[in-house]
């Protein structure tokens, strides 16, 4: 279970840091506020120069500077257009994936080095 919440929070943080480093910046319209568990997320949409349009949400943060209505900064990614945060909270994701990684990776690894010190034990006693 860890391995999974791992890997796809990586590939969450890679995809942030892939905007932030290469994104292309368009502005959108905040659609929605959603709020669950005392966090919100954006809902926004936005239109690529070919005149498609696509819909986001955003990471979940604790309090939000926007409403609907409101015209937002997005970042998105030219490869895959439906990956996109706002401007933002580009680096609250960032700092949200990489806290999440750093707690993560240690439980991950304790997990698994008991898992195969069960093991071993197992294979000894038979």
């Known amino acids: 279970m860890f391995g999974i919440v791992l890997v796809h929070t ?4 890679r ?7 290469s994104g292309i910046e368009t502005t959108g319209v905040c659609t929605f506020l959603s709020w669950h568990d005392g966090e919100a997320s ?4 936005y239109t690529l120069p070919d005149g498609t349009e696509y819909s986001a949400d955003s990471v979940h943060v604790h309090s939000v ?3 609907p209505g409101d015209t937002v900064r997005v970042f998105y ?6 990956r996109a945060e706002l401007a933002s909270l580009l680096d609250t994701a ?3 994936y990489r806290k ?3 707690g993560l990776v240690p439980a991950t690894l304790l997990f698994l080095g ?9 294979v000894i006693t038979m």
Do not use: G, H
């Open 10 to 13: 990586y590939r969450k943080y």
């Open 15 to 21: 995809s942030a840091r892939l905007l932030q480093a």
């Open 42 to 45: 954006v809902s926004f949409s």
């Open 65 to 67: 500077s926007v409403s």
């Open 77 to 82: 990614d030219a490869a895959s257009p439906e």
């Open 94 to 96: 960032l700092r949200i």
């Open 100 to 102: 999440t990684l750093i």
């Open 114 to 122: 008991m898992f195969l010190t069960l093991a071993v034990a197992v």
